[in-house]
């Protein structure tokens, strides 16, 4: 009888899901490479909610999280011309396209997280979603993505002298690259599923990434020290395509980004408990965690890599207006 109780159960829940779908005249496909739980899915779930009560129903989001539609770089193309309405994207992939998305990925560019919070939230962060409409899209909001400090196996990363000779993996990334070499460092290129084992058999000494991919691919087993220098700080983007929004109408428009900015403490307060969670893991687990230290001569040493890739006056003028926000 439980049996029969519980099947009927689920084919009402079921009905009931289908026909609010159904009563949908609009229903968004949002893309993410994050696996569910992340706390970028989860806050594009929160927005959908947010549009379905705003909206009464008339807009839903559905999210097709761990890379199901593709991913980022082929899911950028499918955003531009509509197959997909919604995309949470690392800026990364957008530096050749939106010119602007190249500023937030400097190194040091931001002196903290909460830094890049005053900044993005304000009128520089206004004007880096603004730039993606000439190329197809709408910016929306944007979400976290940690902080990335040093960790090695070799010893303490104390000062910019102990990174000399050092071989740090990277993303392979123009920038990054040349970011270890002005910090004296070998940059050695490699995707990120070869990090642990290289690390562990000495072909590179170590790497850098926030707390979580820290923690969660097991680096800190093998890279006993992390030092939280937090060089790189940069935001991803939440987009929708403008083929999409230019369907809405400009209340619905206006429905739609408020519902993705209100998805943004949601993200930040999950971000924050994931953070803690894994340093929480990886302190416990005897790691040498280095946390004096002078950024200012790292800083310094970015010049360079300035320098070359911030080349335009548009591109300068936002550095400067990052660096005089309080």
Not at 280 to 301: L, N, Q
Request: glycine share 6%; net charge negative; proline share 4%.
């Amino acid at each position: 009888m439980n049996v029969l109780k519980s099947l009927a159960v689920s084919l009402l829940a079921t009905a009931a899901f289908t026909t609010a779908a159904a009563a949908c005249e609009v229903t968004l496909k949002s893309s993410d490479t994050h696996p569910d739980g992340y706390p970028t899915v989860e806050a594009v779930k929160h927005m959908g909610k947010l549009l379905e009560e705003r909206t009464g129903g008339k807009i839903c989001v559905e999210v097709y999280h761990s890379a199901q539609l593709g991913e980022e770089k082929d899911t950028i193309e499918q955003t531009k011309f509509g197959v997909i309405d919604l995309n949470r994207v690392s800026m990364g992939p957008f530096n050749n396209l939106v010119e602007e998305t190249k500023v937030v990925s400097l190194p040091y560019v931001f002196k903290g997280v909460d830094h890049m919070h005053r900044v993005m939230d304000g009128p520089v962060g206004d004007d880096i979603l603004k730039a993606f409409e000439p190329h197809g899209y709408v910016g929306l909001a944007f979400f976290d993505g940690g902080s990335r400090s040093f960790y090695n196996s070799v010893k303490p990363i104390k000062s910019i002298e102990d990174l000399d000779g050092m071989k740090v993996r990277v993303m392979q990334s123009d920038i990054f690259v040349d970011m270890m070499s002005a910090l004296g460092a070998n940059a050695t290129p490699l995707p990120y599923g070869e990090v642990y084992s290289s690390i562990q058999t000495g072909v590179i000494d170590g790497a850098e990434n926030n707390w979580p991919s820290y923690e969660s691919s097991g680096h800190f087993e093998v890279a006993g020290y992390y030092t939280l220098d937090e060089h790189l700080i940069v935001p991803e983007v939440l987009v929708m395509s403008k083929a999409t929004w230019d369907t809405l109408s400009a209340e619905d428009q206006a429905t739609v980004r408020q519902a993705a900015r209100d998805s943004v403490p949601v993200m930040r307060d999950l971000w924050q408990a994931r953070e803690k969670a894994s340093e929480e893991k990886v302190r416990a687990s005897g790691v040498e965690v280095i946390t004096e230290i002078d950024k200012a001569p790292f800083m310094a040493a970015m010049d360079s890599v300035y320098e070359k890739h911030v080349t335009s006056d548009k591109l300068k003028d936002l550095v400067a207006r990052i660096r005089a926000t309080d």
